[in-house]
């Protein structure tokens, strides 16, 4: 097990060199917003994917021509479809403030579109009280466009040296196993926010939350964490 200390400016001053969070880098879809299952779903069963295999790896490595050119373009009118029903995450003010009052680095990978992101950005976002948008300055905000995706630790890695802070000392969160499994192999935290249909993700994890400001409770105490579960996935 690995002891995180306390990620908290106190903490920093009195232990300087000891490890801990410094960026936290957030899923958007089911994690910085409430679940899309069912658009989800519906991608996955009018394009046909097999099961064991992600929606856009399937397009992206299986499919040709005019038939991967159509996959494409239905998957962008169900995530434009899923646009309508996007809010917040329950908590996920008071984690970033948590965040930002501790000079913690944020941002974002997502599998969206831009579009999606640009919506998120704009309209959910921007439906909150001014008081609290300045929480929400997330940089780098990576969308599918940045090849390879999750899994693949690529996009987290690469923040990684954007901010100059080493991937250990980086936690992924999300609500999926390819967002545990970006974080795991890229040598981060890896946190899920758990939900009824997705426990079984939970192997995965490093650290395992109900809420989104679970998260803060958990940064701000200090943590262990299991970092063999990379020598089993």
């Known amino acids: 097990m690995v002891y ?11 232990d300087p060199t000891a ?32 099961d064991g295999m992600g929606t856009l790896e ?10 991967r050119e159509r996959a494409h373009q239905r998957i962008v009118e169900i995530e434009t479809e899923a646009m309508a029903s996007m809010e917040l995450s329950p908590g996920l003010v008071n984690l970033l403030q948590f965040l930002q009052n501790n000079g913690i680095c944020i941002g974002v990978i997502t599998r969206n ?16 009280p001014h008081e609290h948008k300045g929480l929400f300055s997330f940089d780098p905000l990576l969308d ?40 795991v192999r890229a040598g ?15 192997s995965y994890a490093h650290v395992v939350v109900d809420r989104i400001d679970g998260l803060a409770e958990c940064l701000a105490a200090g943590f262990e964490a299991n970092m063999s579960i990379a020598d089993s996935v």
């Open 144 to 183: 599918r466009s940045f090849k390879p995706t999750k899994p693949s630790p690529d996009s987290l890695l690469h923040i990684s040296k954007q901010w100059n802070i080493p991937p250990e000392q980086l936690m992924m969160v999300g609500d999926h196993g390819d967002d545990l499994l970006c974080g």
């Open 58 to 67: 399937y397009v992206d490595s299986c499919l040709e021509g005019e038939a």
């Open 113 to 128: 579109n831009q579009k999606a992101v640009d919506h998120f950005i704009n309209n959910v976002v921007g439906r909150q």
């Open 19 to 50: 490890l801990r969070i410094r960026g936290v880098v957030f899923d958007m879809d089911g994690t910085l917003t409430t679940p899309i299952n069912e658009h989800l779903k519906q991608m996955r069963i009018e394009v046909q994917v097999p």
């Open 4 to 14: 995180y200390s306390p990620s908290t400016k106190e903490s920093v001053q009195t």
């Open 188 to 202: 981060s935290v890896a946190a899920l926010l758990r939900y009824d249909d997705n426990r079984h993700f939970e």
